[in-house]
T-cell receptor
Framework: KNEVEQSPQNLTAQEGEFITINCSYS?????LHWLQQHPGGGIVSLFM???GKKKHGRLIATINIQEKHSSLHITASHPRDSAVYIC????????FGTGTSLTVIP | DAEITQSPRHKITETGRQVTLACHQT?????MFWYRQDLGHGLRLIHY???????NKGEVSDGYSVSRSNTEDLPLTLESAASSQTSVYFC?????????FGQGTRLTVV
């Protein structure tokens, strides 16, 4: 049983498309994180959420605490957005989803 | 600027050898974590520490150990490397909320 489930596992989009990645979790949390892992392997933290919505450039992250669900949206997707996106939650420890591999085609 | 660094970035070792992966952070965070990343499994927690002299086992701790003698460092030791431990290893530190990740160490056990 995974404490954090992401969907889809793989996603291919045309440049310019609006993209949504979903994350559901089953544990009590204090915060939810969206991480981005580039093909080179480095991981960067995109957002940390405990409620509501955050926006950074073309990226938007939302969380619904009651439904235990979060979404990451990418508007006007670009090939440089191609990466693995990982949802993680902080409860007693970090729990990670297996990631969504996004490929944006020019 | 504060940062978290892992070394080495790449390592090839033989089965049965002891290997230590270094993780050093300059934020003075109390919380530090080691993960391994394998295809199909995402990131899995190996060990974690909430402060000096505190260490805890994670989901996949067998065959690994850590020690925390100061705030900045959490070295990960493979006591007797096995081929199943071929993986990419990530270290992270956290002030309590949010996390910062190292660039990862790719370990191959042959």
């Amino acid at each position: 049983k995974n404490e954090v489930e992401q969907s889809p596992q793989n996603l291919t989009a045309q440049e310019g498309e609006f993209i949504t990645i979903n994350c559901s979790y089953s544990v009590g949390i204090s915060a939810l994180h969206w991480l981005q892992q580039h093909p080179g392997g480095g991981i960067v933290s995109l957002f940390m959420l405990s409620s509501g919505k955050k926006k950074h450039g073309r990226l938007i992250a939302t969380i619904n605490i009651q439904e235990k669900h979060s979404s990451l949206h990418i508007t006007a997707s670009h090939p440089r957005d191609s990466a693995v996106y990982i949802c993680a939650v902080t409860g007693n420890q970090f729990y990670f989803g297996t990631g969504t591999s996004l490929t944006v085609i020019p | 600027d504060a940062e978290i660094t892992q070394s080495p970035r790449h390592k090839i070792t033989e089965t049965g050898r002891q290997v230590t992966l270094a993780c050093h952070q300059t934020w003075n965070h109390n919380n530090m974590f080691w993960y391994r990343q394998d295809l199909g499994h995402g990131l899995r927690l190996i060990h974690y520490s909430y402060g000096v002299h505190d260490t805890n086992k994670g989901e996949v701790s067998d065959g690994y150990s850590v020690s925390r003698s100061n705030t900045e460092d959490l070295p990960l030791t493979l006591e007797s490397a096995a081929s199943s431990q071929t993986s990419v290893y990530f270290c992270a530190s956290s002030p309590g909320r949010g996390a910062f990740f190292g660039q990862g160490t790719r370990l191959t056990v042959v």
